[in-house]
């Protein structure tokens, strides 16, 4: 058996730290229950873990049991489920989007089947259904590094920042005690967005649309580098999303111990 320091980094989109920043005082209980089954998936207020992020990483740290085979075989890398919150806050309809090692996927769903009710979401004023997701790494060492995946088009190269000796030269954390934050808050972030997408004729003609995760750095500087499509869904929709992130300016950098540090972020 290796001696290697086990580790599973749980990493947020930014729409969950969003949502973490916006829970409502008030209990579930105090909303009407909808009675319509339709999944959300932007309901106007995101289902969250009850506690909020700082339970969840405790309760997976818990119940996290890095299979011994996987260890045995240096086994690590990003597994990311979507699921449904019920209205009672119980967890279904788990889908892995992005998958790491057989083991490693299972034991991640392992880890979702296990958690208590979430705070379910909310839409129009009533208690719904709503799909969200967590990301998980897991990670063996602490030196060891993401695997990306960069796009081969001349629009993927231009705007994605690739800069491999950022991450072999440079401690690059996922989760730490304050996380990089858009320098004109998450509204600004939304309109930059908004303003700066340009949906590509042949997906808009067709009607393709979904979900694309992407991975960035923001270096302790606050710049952005290392755009890449964790899970996408079409190559020009996932060239137009790392095109649009390569457009933004420096971020506030993420803090750990008080000091300023390269964070990957989802």
């Known amino acids: 058996m290796h001696n290697i320091r086990l580790k599973l980094i749980v990493a947020f989109s930014l729409l969950v730290l969003v949502a973490t920043t916006n829970i409502s005082i008030l209990k579930a209980q105090d909303y009407p229950v909808s009675k319509s089954d339709k999944v ?5 207020i995101m289902p969250i ?11 997976i740290s818990n119940t996290l ?6 260890v045995e075989k240096e086994e690590q890398g990003l597994v990311v489920y979507t699921f449904v919150v019920e209205k009672d806050g119980t967890l279904s309809n788990f889908n892995r989007i992005h998958g790491a090692t057989p083991l ?9 089947k296990n958690m208590p009710p979430w705070r379910p979401g909310r839409h129009n004023g009533e208690i719904v259904r709503s799909e969200t997701y967590v990301p998980m790494y897991f990670k063996l060492n602490k030196n060891a590094t993401y695997t990306t995946r960069p796009s081969s088009s001349a629009t993927a190269k231009a705007y994605a920042k690739t800069d491999e000796s ?7 954390y996922t989760i730490v005690d304050k996380m990089p934050k858009y320098t004109y808050g998450e509204a600004e972030l939304a309109k ?3 303003h700066n997408i340009r949906y590509p004729k042949e997906a808009l003609q067709q009607g393709i649309e979904g979900r694309i995760l992407c991975s960035f750095i923001v270096g302790a500087d606050g710049s952005i580098s290392n755009i890449d499509v964790v899970s996408g869904i079409n190559p020009s929709l996932n060239d137009e999303a790392i095109r649009v992130l390569g457009l933004m300016p420096k971020w506030i950098p993420g803090e ?11």
């Open 65 to 70: 049991s890095y299979p011994a085979e996987s």
């Open 49 to 59: 873990y009850v506690g909020g992020t700082p339970e969840m990483h405790r309760f």
């Open 104 to 112: 490693l996927n299972e034991e991640a769903l392992r880890i979702l």
């Open 256 to 266: 750990n111990n008080g000091e300023k540090v390269n964070v990957k972020c989802i």
């Open 192 to 194: 930059f967005i908004a």
């Open 40 to 44: 959300y998936e932007n309901p106007d």
């Open 166 to 172: 950022v991450i072999e030269n440079n401690k690059i």
